[in-house]
């Protein structure tokens, strides 16, 4: 296939949520596309195996190729930034950065509540997506965009969530705590949208991000809150005190282990003893009464044969 001669080569990629979403566009239209949803647990079926990270990366092989187009093509790349969990958000935002580093062309990121957002069609509403611990990202919208989030919270801690239908996966986890769900809503993130918001930005004739500065942010991670998985602190430091109270244990308990070994050895000596003696004793006792007998016999025959 030969490579369409355009001024816009836009990659788009997501890993804020279990979808690993890529796409191609040309500045007018997707040329290609692949959406694959992360399976992170055993229960959560159908999905593919593999991480983020396994998926990402054939993905983008895969929409390159269907396009005929390669790399060095490329003229810009666009990202979700989340907010989303550590592990995944990550995988995407650095993939883009490196493949920018590389080619040397811009990275544009955009908050993946928004490209959920832009595929619903309602006057106001809110999207929520998984944000593990029991909790969801969200953020709402209304007709001029989002005003306000994206936050992280309890479900049920979302004050507005009785007034708002819900879209995004958070929302289908919590039905029972979100009253009004949008059936037909989008659950995850979408990259040809992702590519439709940043190719807009990219062919309106202005700079990127000043037709709706709100939309392109930097190729940043939105994390919201620490990571689940943390590096150790410092080792935590020993005071003189604490040194001496736990060699005088240490002492201590050395000493009540000799002291104890020392009490068994003298037990058992003194238990030796008395039982050498008691056989002592026996001895002599049986010695004195054989003698006895021995003497009292001879008597008895020297008796009998005066007789």
């Given at each position: 296939m030969a490579v369409p001669?355009?001024?816009?080569?836009?990659?788009?990629?997501?890993?804020?949520?279990?979808?690993?979403?890529?796409?191609?566009?040309?500045?007018?239209?997707?040329?290609?596309?692949?959406?694959?949803v992360a399976r992170l647990s055993a229960r959560q079926a159908p999905a593919a195996k593999g991480s983020h990270s396994e998926l990402l990366a054939p993905a983008i092989a895969q929409v390159l190729a269907e396009a005929g187009v390669d790399r060095?093509?490329?003229t810009a790349v666009a990202v979700g930034v989340g907010p989303g969990p550590y592990t995944g958000l990550r995988v995407g935002v650095v993939t883009a950065r490196v493949l920018g580093a590389v080619?040397?062309?811009?990275?544009?990121?955009?908050c993946s509540l928004d490209i959920i957002a832009a595929d619903v069609e309602a006057p106001r509403f809110l999207v929520a997506t998984d944000a593990r611990r029991r909790e969801v990202y969200s953020a709402c919208y209304d007709e001029t965009g989002r005003y306000r989030g994206p936050l992280v919270d309890h479900p049920g801690d979302i004050e507005w969530r009785d007034s708002?239908?819900?879209?995004?996966?958070?929302?289908?986890?919590?039905d029972g705590i979100f009253p009004a769900i949008v059936?037909?809503?989008?659950?995850?993130?979408?990259?040809?949208?992702?590519?439709?918001?940043?190719?807009?930005?990219?062919?309106?004739?202005?700079p990127?991000?000043?037709?709706?500065?709100?939309?392109?942010?930097?190729?940043?991670?939105?994390?919201l809150r620490r990571p689940d998985a943390r590096e150790p602190g410092p080792p935590k430091r020993v005071t003189e005190r604490e040194r001496g109270a736990a060699a005088t244990g240490?002492?201590?308990?050395?000493e009540g282990r000799g002291s104890?070994?020392?009490?068994?050895?003298?037990?058992?000596?003194?238990?030796?003893?008395?039982?050498?003696?008691?056989?002592?004793?026996?001895?002599?006792?049986?010695?004195?009464s054989a003698a006895t007998l021995k003497e009292a016999g001879g008597r008895g025959r020297g008796s009998g044969a005066r007789q």
């Open positions: 001669s355009v001024s816009v080569l836009l990659l788009g990629l997501d890993t804020a949520t279990p979808a690993v979403t890529v796409a191609l566009h040309d500045g007018t239209r997707v040329l290609a596309e692949a959406t694959t060095g093509d490329l080619l040397g062309i811009p990275v544009h990121g955009v708002l239908p819900a879209v995004g996966e958070g929302a289908r986890m919590y059936g037909d809503g989008p659950l995850y993130p979408s990259a040809p949208t992702l590519c439709r918001i940043v190719a807009a930005e990219l062919t309106s004739g202005s990127p991000g000043t037709a709706r500065p709100e939309l392109l942010l930097p190729p940043v991670p939105l994390y240490l002492s201590a308990a050395t104890g070994a020392r009490e068994g050895v003298a037990r058992k000596r003194t238990e030796a003893s008395a039982g050498s003696t008691e056989r002592e004793r026996g001895a002599a006792a049986t010695g004195l």
